[in-house]
C-alpha cells in the first residue's frame, strides 16, 4: 500500500508539472511584455485612428473619418501620457515606502486572521488630478483577496486571506490603465515584509476536550487489584457480561453501554496535539487554534503539526507552527503523525488529540495506520474532525449515474465549502475504529457527537 502511495504521489507530481512551468512562463511574459504601455484593444483602435486620420482623412479629404481619427489619436494619446506618469509617480512612492520599512522592519511583521479584512498600512497616491487614470493591484505571493478603499487622497490596502501561510515577503502586481481599456502597464513591486496568516476560528466559542486520565496511586492494597465498585460505563464491546449491560439506558438511547469497574485515576497534565493537513484543513486548524488559545488542553500541552519537525509548547508557538503547516502537499498530510506520537511517548498513560479535516484523503489511509499501532500501545486518541457546514449530497440524474465513475470535485486548498454528509460520514466512520470522534462546524459554532454521528456514518453506508 505503501508503493502504491508513493507511485501515486509521483504521478501527481508529474501531473502538476505543466501547471507549475506555464505558471512561470506566465510570469515571465508578464515581466517582459508589462511595462508595454498599449493593450490589445488599444493597439487596434490607435492603428484604426491613425489609417483613418492619415490615410483617408488627409489623402482623400474625408471629413468624417478625419473627426474620427483624430479623436481617437487625442484620447489614445492621453491615455497613454496619463498611464505612463501615473505608473511612474506609484513606483516611486513605493519605491520610497519600502526604504522606510527597511528603516523600521521590526513593526512591519503583519498578522492577518483569515476570513477578515485587515488592513496592512500599503497605501498609493490617488492621482485624482490625472484623467482617465484606473489604478488597481492584486497580491501574487501570498494569495489573498486585495480590497483598496480611497480615503484622504490615497487608495489604502485590505487583504482577506483564505488559507492560512506564513510568508517573509510579498509580491504585488501594479495594474495602471485608463479608464476606456486603451492603455495598460503592469509592474510588479515586491516588499520585505513578514506576513502570517492564522486560521479563523469563525463561530466556534469553545472546543470542548475532555482530559485524559491516567493510573492513579490511591489502591487499597498494594497487591490487590486496582478494580472498585461498578460505577464507569463504557460502551459495550464484545464479550463483556450481559449481565453488566444498562437496559434502561438502551431503551432510551438504543446504544449498549455496560457497567465497569472504577480504578483509581488522575487526570493526565500533559495532552499532545496534531494539526493533520489536506484539502479542506482550514475548520480543523481554526478548531486547533481555539483548543490552545482556551486552554482547552489543559494546563501542559504540546502541538505538532504537518510539515514541522519541531513541537509547539506555548501559543505564539503553536500559531507559528499552525500557519507553516498550510505549504504540507495535501498527498503527504498525516506522514508526520506517527513520528509525532513516538516522539511524545505516547503509551497506556498516554493521550492525542488530532485535529483533522473533514473531507476524505489520502491523508486517512495514513492516520489510521499509524494511530492503529499508537492504539495497540494502550494510548487514548481522540479526533477532532473539523467542517465549514454539513449538507446533504445533490442528487444526481438518471443520466449521471450510468457514468462509469464520477469525476472528483476540485476543491482550492483554501476553499471553505461545506461537506457532504456522506464525505464526512466516511472520515467519521474510518475514525471511529482508532479513537472517540467529534465533529466541530466553524461557520455554524456547533460540536456535534454521539447520535449526530452514528447518523452521519449510517448515511455514509448507505451511499
Known amino acids: 500500500m505503501a508503493d502504491r502511495r508513493r507511485s501515486g504521489a509521483r504521478r501527481g507530481g508529474r501531473g502538476r ?265 482550514e475548520p480543523a486548524a481554526g478548531a486547533a487554534r481555539l483548543a490552545v488559545e482556551r486552554g482547552a488542553l489543559g494546563s501542559e500541552w504540546v502541538l505538532g503539526a504537518d510539515g514541522n519537525g519541531e513541537d509547539a509548547t506555548r501559543k505564539d508557538q503553536a500559531v507559528d507552527l499552525l500557519a507553516r503547516s498550510a505549504s504540507v502537499d495535501h498527498g503527504a498530510g498525516g506522514r508526520g503523525l506517527g513520528e509525532f506520537l513516538t516522539r511524545r511517548s505516547l503509551g497506556g498513560a498516554g493521550r492525542a488529540v488530532v485535529f483533522v479535516p473533514g473531507r476524505p484523503g489520502p491523508w486517512l489511509d495514513a492516520v489510521i495506520e499509524q494511530c492503529g499501532a499508537a492504539g495497540r500501545g494502550g494510548g487514548r486518541i481522540e479526533f477532532v474532525v473539523g467542517t465549514d457546514g454539513i449538507e446533504p449530497p445533490k442528487p444526481r440524474r438518471w443520466y449521471q449515474r450510468l457514468a462509469v465513475r464520477e469525476p472528483a470535485a476540485q476543491i482550492p486548498p483554501g476553499a471553505t465549502a461545506p461537506v457532504t454528509t456522506v464525505e464526512v460520514g466516511e472520515v467519521v466512520r474510518a475514525l471511529s475504529s482508532v479513537g472517540r470522534v467529534i465533529v466541530v462546524d466553524r461557520a455554524a459554532g456547533r460540536v456535534y457527537g454521539g447520535g449526530h454521528l452514528s447518523a452521519l456514518a449510517q448515511a455514509q453506508r448507505a451511499a
Open 17 to 281: 508539472r505543466p501547471t507549475q512551468r506555464w505558471g512561470r512562463v506566465e510570469a515571465a511574459m508578464t515581466r517582459a511584455l508589462g511595462p508595454f504601455p498599449l493593450t490589445p484593444l488599444g493597439l487596434v483602435v490607435l492603428v484604426a485612428s491613425a489609417l483613418a486620420f492619415f490615410g483617408y482623412g488627409l489623402e482623400k479629404i474625408d471629413l468624417v473619418l478625419l473627426v474620427i481619427g483624430a479623436a481617437g489619436l487625442g484620447v489614445g494619446a492621453m491615455g497613454l501620457l496619463a498611464t505612463c506618469l501615473a505608473a511612474l509617480l506609484s513606483w516611486l512612492h513605493h519605491r520610497r515606502r519600502s526604504r522606510g520599512f527597511a528603516q523600521k522592519s521590526s513593526s512591519a511583521a503583519l498578522n492577518v486572521e483569515c476570513g477578515y479584512p485587515v488592513p496592512t498600512g500599503f497605501c498609493l497616491p490617488r492621482l485624482r488630478w490625472l484623467p482617465f487614470v484606473d489604478i488597481r493591484w492584486r497580491w501574487l505571493e501570498p494569495e489573498a483577496e486585495v480590497r483598496v478603499i480611497a480615503k484622504r487622497g490615497e487608495l489604502r490596502e485590505s487583504v482577506i486571506a483564505s488559507r492560512r501561510g506564513q510568508v517573509a515577503a510579498v509580491t504585488r502586481e501594479l495594474e495602471v490603465g485608463d479608464i476606456f481599456g486603451l492603455t495598460q502597464i503592469r509592474l510588479r513591486l515586491r516588499e520585505q515584509r513578514k506576513v502570517r496568516f492564522v486560521p479563523s476560528v469563525g463561530k466556534l466559542e469553545r472546543v470542548d476536550v475532555i482530559r485524559g486520565m491516567a493510573g492513579g496511586d490511591d489502591i487499597s492494597h498494594p497487591e490487590g487489584p486496582q478494580d472498585g465498585e461498578l460505577y464507569d460505563l463504557r460502551h459495550y464491546n464484545p464479550g463483556d457480561p450481559i449481565r453488566f449491560v444498562l437496559w434502561k439506558v438502551f431503551a432510551r438511547t438504543r446504544q449498549l453501554v455496560v457497567r465497569s469497574p472504577e480504578r483509581a485515576l488522575s487526570p493526565v497534565r500533559q495532552t499532545c496535539a496534531y494539526l493533520v493537513a489536506g484539502a479542506g484543513d
